[in-house]
């Protein structure tokens, strides 16, 4: 019996149900000439988008082009309102909702989105019949309360508007019986109350610069803009929801805040992609994940086992970043939830077990025009521009960027789960280098000193020197994983980010630091400079943050601050570095953050760093009390007054951090308890556990967390089944 998800079981059927229908020719197992979509054709089909909306806004006098134009919101409101609202009732929907991004909400908020949801239709009064309500005005903006959100200081309870706006970047989409709008989330004037706004503005100032730079280095590109695509990687662990429920830390941190190293680990390199195993739920949980995933339009094309025991990775096709930051945090929620239909809690946290790799997110960044010509592709964007130095000026202003705004990348990776992450062989350094192989660096080297050329990546073959496997090309430069931000051809890897993050403060800070020294480049261009000299100036000054080494070695990380790269191991302080006085000049003259809204964002993350700390803590306190103090009692043995003097040290501290005033020194203060007092305190309940006899403790264990292959099965009466299983 296969461990075969629902979802796949579905698509079986599906296929099984068009085959019976056709000719004798078409049955199930019969020979066909050409592999089919046919089977899929529900894919996509909930993302108002392509031949979906064209279907639906032809029947109304249009077509999807008109949503090519953000002005349709003004001129084809309630066009496209109507065909919204068919394909709402095709699809069996009744409701909608604008769905947007408050801040703060990693780690704490499920979905991490805000939502209101309405129904689509009214009453008539005169004649109590059922009637659709929903209009232009209905679909392309909403007002909410805004006094329960974070907002740090920008606004206050008796100023509660919050308003709002569609996002015509990002499609419309359907699930369950409710369409979402993705919207941006203000106050009554204009400030920014979520993740969103400050990311179009960014995307606003890259592609305004960008043409600029573009149009001296030879390519105009007229009306059409310059975008910015990613790709996001997401790894989360899967546990046993039994053993979840054992555990309050899990439950309310995300985190296991106590927990004796297993007997096994990941030492043996035995779970990085390794088979799939048909004897627990975990493949047919994602085969669910990644079904339901498709019918939104949200192509997770790979998925794989990760480093740790328990520990998984999806990876989708990249695109342009609004959509797919909204799409990663729809995926997030379906894992979620489609892991407790499955015996299973995914755990999103980015350090959930000790001792064993946490979970990032790596942020793929590439910037192009939107009609497709890719700017970090050498070749490309040498040939549309019909300049050999195109790639050279590009990478130079990059490169810039890194050395001046390493602080701004620190700060948008400081989620707090990040504290326990960065370094230590499975994530980079707080150390803030990019990475660009030998190969591009000698090329930029060249430049650099004056000369002038096109760049050809080198490449290199293997031969395995058997005859069965023939020689084969790979690229010259190898991966290094160590580095924070390395180029990865077309594209730069931001490895940094957490797994539980919102990126699109990640992607706000990566536009707005390279919009800058675009602008820069295009202002002196205007001002009679040559271009080549002004990028390579830039170069020189910038040359230190070129690191191609291993950074996970500590002589080189101190290399590497001696020279003056960016390092703030503190995710508090680097988070204070939002309201330093270059990056508030930085964000005002980008148009992407006033004083006052990066003021706001800074107390918002330091509220929220102390308020986890503050969940721990407490979380921790009771775990000692309910769980750990009974257990040493009923065995009669283990660090009884040990135990007893850390509840009140907790205590204590939790209300020293309470009487602070000032986000960040409450936030300093949550940092010293988390990773140090905890530390400690955690050490004293790990022996705890080491000498309680197995019987006796009641808190679900490392082994019977992390272990799915040998702790966990599919019960074949629970399984249906299907053709000749």
Same mark, same amino acid.
């Given at each position: 019996?296969?461990a075969?998800?629902s979802?796949?079981?579905?698509?079986?059927?599906?296929?099984?149900t068009?085959?019976?229908?056709?000719?004798?020719?078409?049955?199930?197992?019969?020979?066909?000439?050409?592999?089919?979509v046919e089977?899929?054709?529900d894919?996509?089909?909930?993302?108002?988008?392509?031949?979906?909306?064209d279907?639906?806004?032809?029947?109304?006098?249009?077509s999807?082009d008109?949503?090519?134009?953000?002005?349709?919101?003004?001129?084809?409101?309630d066009?496209?309102?109507?065909?919204?609202l068919?394909?709402?009732v095709?699809?069996?929907?009744?409701?909608?909702?604008?769905?947007f991004?408050?801040?703060?909400?990693?780690?704490?908020?499920h979905?991490?989105?805000?939502?209101?949801?309405?129904?689509?239709?009214?009453?008539?009064?005169s004649?109590?019949?059922v009637?659709?309500?929903?209009?232009g005005?209905?679909?392309?903006?909403?007002?909410?309360?805004?006094?329960?959100f974070?907002? %740090?200081?920008?606004r206050a309870? $008796?100023?509660?508007?919050g308003y709002?706006?569609? =996002?015509?970047? #990002?499609? @419309?989409? /359907?699930?369950?019986?409710t369409?979402?709008?993705p919207?941006?989330?203000?106050?009554?004037?204009?400030?920014?109350?979520?993740?969103?706004?400050?990311?179009?503005r960014s995307?606003?100032?890259?592609?305004?610069h %960008?043409?600029?730079?573009?149009? $001296?280095?030879?390519?105009?590109?007229g009306?059409? =803009?310059?975008? #910015?695509? @990613?790709? /996001?990687?997401?790894?989360?662990?899967?546990?046993p929801?039994?053993?979840f429920?054992?555990?309050p830390?899990l439950?309310?941190t995300?985190?296991t805040?106590v927990?004796?190293?297993?007997p096994?680990?990941?030492?043996?390199?035995?779970h990085?992609?390794a088979?799939?195993?048909?004897?627990?739920?975990?493949?047919?949980?994602?085969?669910?994940?990644q079904?339901?995933?498709?019918r939104?339009?949200?192509?997770?094309?790979?998925?794989?086992?990760?480093?740790?025991?328990g520990?998984?990775?999806?990876a989708p096709?990249?695109?342009l970043?609004?959509?797919?930051?909204?799409?990663n945090?729809m995926?997030?929620?379906?894992?979620?939830?489609v892991a407790?239909?499955h015996?299973?809690?995914a755990?999103?946290?980015?350090?959930?077990?000790?001792?064993?790799n946490?979970?990032?997110?790596?942020?793929?960044w590439?910037?192009?025009?939107?009609d497709?010509?890719?700017?970090?592709?050498?070749a490309k964007?040498?040939?549309?521009?019909?300049?050999t130095?195109?790639?050279?000026?590009?990478?130079s202003?990059?490169?810039?960027?890194?050395?001046?705004?390493?602080?701004l990348?620190?700060?948008?990776?400081?989620?707090?789960?990040?504290?326990?992450?960065l370094g230590?062989?499975?994530?980079?350094?707080?150390?803030?280098?990019?990475?660009?192989?030998?190969?591009?660096?000698?090329?930029?080297?060249s430049?650099?000193?004056?000369?002038?050329?096109?760049?050809?990546p080198?490449?290199?073959?293997?031969?395995?020197?058997?005859?069965?496997?023939?020689p084969?090309?790979?690229p010259?430069?190898?991966r290094?994983?160590?580095?924070?931000?390395?180029?990865g051809?077309?594209?730069?890897?931001?490895?940094?980010?957490?797994s539980?993050?919102?990126?699109?403060?990640?992607?706000?800070?990566?536009?707005?630091i390279?919009?800058?020294?675009f602008?820069e480049?295009?202002?002196?261009?205007?001002?009679?400079?040559?271009?080549?000299?002004?990028?390579?100036e830039?170069?020189?000054k910038?040359?230190?943050?070129?690191?191609?080494?291993?950074?996970?070695?500590?002589a080189?990380?101190?290399?590497?601050?001696?020279k003056?790269?960016?390092?703030?191991?503190s995710?508090v302080?680097?988070?204070?570095r939002?309201t330093a006085?270059?990056?508030?000049a930085l964000?005002?003259?980008?148009?992407?953050?006033?004083?006052e809204?990066?003021?706001?964002?800074?107390?918002?993350?330091?509220?929220?760093y102390?308020?986890?700390v503050?969940?721990?803590?407490?979380?921790?306190?009771?775990?000692?009390?309910?769980?750990?103090?009974?257990?040493?009692?009923?065995?009669?043995?283990?660090p009884?007054?040990?135990l007893e003097?850390?509840?009140t040290?907790?205590?204590?501290?939790?209300?020293?951090?309470?009487?602070?005033e000032?986000?960040?020194?409450?936030?300093?203060?949550?940092?010293?308890?988390?990773?140090?007092t905890?530390?400690?305190i955690?050490?004293?309940?790990d022996?705890?556990?080491e000498?309680?006899?197995?019987n006796?403790?009641?808190?679900?264990?490392y082994?019977?967390?992390?272990?799915l292959?040998?702790h966990?099965?599919?019960?074949?009466e629970?399984?249906?089944?299907?053709?000749?299983?």
């Amino acid at each position: 019996m296969l461990a075969t998800s629902s979802a796949a079981r579905s698509l079986l059927l599906r296929t099984a149900t068009r085959a019976a229908a056709a000719p004798a020719a078409a049955a199930v197992g019969a020979a066909r000439s050409l592999a089919s979509v046919e089977p899929y054709a529900d894919y996509g089909k909930s993302l108002f988008r392509g031949r979906v909306a064209d279907e639906y806004l032809k029947k109304h006098g249009s077509s999807s082009d008109v949503l090519d134009d953000p002005g349709w919101t003004k001129t084809h409101a309630d066009t496209v309102a109507k065909a919204v609202l068919d394909w709402a009732v095709d699809r069996g929907a009744n409701t909608y909702c604008h769905w947007f991004q408050p801040m703060a909400a990693s780690g704490v908020r499920h979905g991490m989105t805000g939502q209101v949801q309405n129904m689509m239709m009214k009453f008539n009064r005169s004649t109590n019949d059922v009637e659709f309500d929903f209009d232009g005005g209905n679909l392309t903006k909403g007002e909410t309360d805004g006094s329960s959100f974070p907002n %740090g200081g920008l606004r206050a309870t $008796h100023q509660a508007g919050g308003y709002l706006a569609l =996002d015509t970047s #990002s499609p @419309i989409f /359907l699930r369950g019986d409710t369409v979402f709008i993705p919207s941006a989330f203000v106050s009554y004037y204009g400030a920014a109350l979520d993740e969103k706004t400050p990311l179009l503005r960014s995307n606003a100032c890259l592609s305004a610069h %960008g043409k600029r730079v573009l149009a $001296h280095l030879g390519l105009d590109i007229g009306d059409r =803009d310059v975008v #910015s695509n @990613i790709g /996001l990687e997401q790894e989360f662990f899967l546990v046993p929801r039994d053993q979840f429920y054992r555990r309050p830390d899990l439950q309310l941190t995300g985190r296991t805040l106590v927990g004796k190293d297993a007997p096994r680990g990941q030492e043996m390199c035995d779970h990085y992609m390794a088979p799939p195993s048909l004897a627990n739920p975990a493949l047919a949980c994602m085969q669910e994940m990644q079904d339901e995933c498709w019918r939104l339009g949200i192509p997770l094309k790979t998925r794989h086992r990760e480093v740790a025991p328990g520990q998984y990775e999806f990876a989708p096709l990249y695109g342009l970043n609004t959509t797919q930051v909204d799409q990663n945090l729809m995926v997030m929620q379906i894992i979620e939830e489609v892991a407790a239909r499955h015996g299973l809690a995914a755990l999103m946290q980015e350090k959930p077990f000790n001792e064993v790799n946490g979970s990032g997110k790596h942020n793929n960044w590439s910037i192009a025009t939107d009609d497709g010509v890719m700017m970090l592709h050498p070749a490309k964007i040498n040939k549309a521009t019909g300049n050999t130095n195109a790639f050279a000026i590009i990478m130079s202003a990059i490169v810039a960027a890194v050395n001046e705004h390493g602080d701004l990348m620190r700060m948008s990776i400081s989620s707090p789960g990040n504290d326990f992450r960065l370094g230590a062989c499975e994530a980079p350094p707080a150390i803030v280098s990019t990475y660009l192989g030998d190969d591009i660096t000698s090329y930029l080297e060249s430049f650099r000193d004056g000369e002038s050329g096109e760049y050809v990546p080198s490449k290199k073959t293997l031969d395995l020197g058997a005859r069965e496997v023939l020689p084969f090309e790979v690229p010259a430069e190898d991966r290094n994983r160590t580095s924070p931000f390395p180029y990865g051809g077309a594209r730069f890897e931001f490895r940094a980010v957490g797994s539980a993050q919102n990126v699109s403060m990640v992607n706000t800070v990566l536009n707005t630091i390279v919009a800058e020294k675009f602008e820069e480049l295009a202002d002196a261009a205007d001002a009679g400079k040559d271009i080549d000299e002004v990028a390579r100036e830039m170069l020189k000054k910038s040359w230190k943050v070129i690191f191609n080494g291993d950074n996970y070695d500590e002589a080189c990380q101190a290399e590497l601050t001696e020279k003056g790269v960016w390092r703030i191991d503190s995710g508090v302080e680097a988070i204070a570095r939002l309201t330093a006085d270059k990056n508030v000049a930085l964000f005002e003259k980008m148009g992407v953050l006033s004083k006052e809204e990066c003021e706001s964002r800074q107390n918002v993350l330091h509220d929220h760093y102390m308020g986890t700390v503050d969940i721990e803590a407490k979380t921790l306190v009771d775990m000692i009390n309910q769980h750990i103090i009974p257990s040493v009692k009923a065995a009669g043995l283990g660090p009884l007054s040990e135990l007893e003097g850390a509840v009140t040290t907790l205590k204590s501290a939790v209300a020293e951090i309470h009487a602070t005033e000032g986000s960040h020194q409450a936030a300093q203060l949550s940092r010293v308890l988390r990773l140090e007092t905890m530390v400690d305190i955690r050490a004293v309940c790990d022996a705890a556990e080491e000498v309680v006899p197995a019987n006796l403790w009641t808190l679900a264990t490392y082994k019977e967390l992390l272990f799915l292959d040998s702790h966990t099965t599919v019960a074949p009466e629970n399984e249906t089944a299907f053709f000749d299983e």
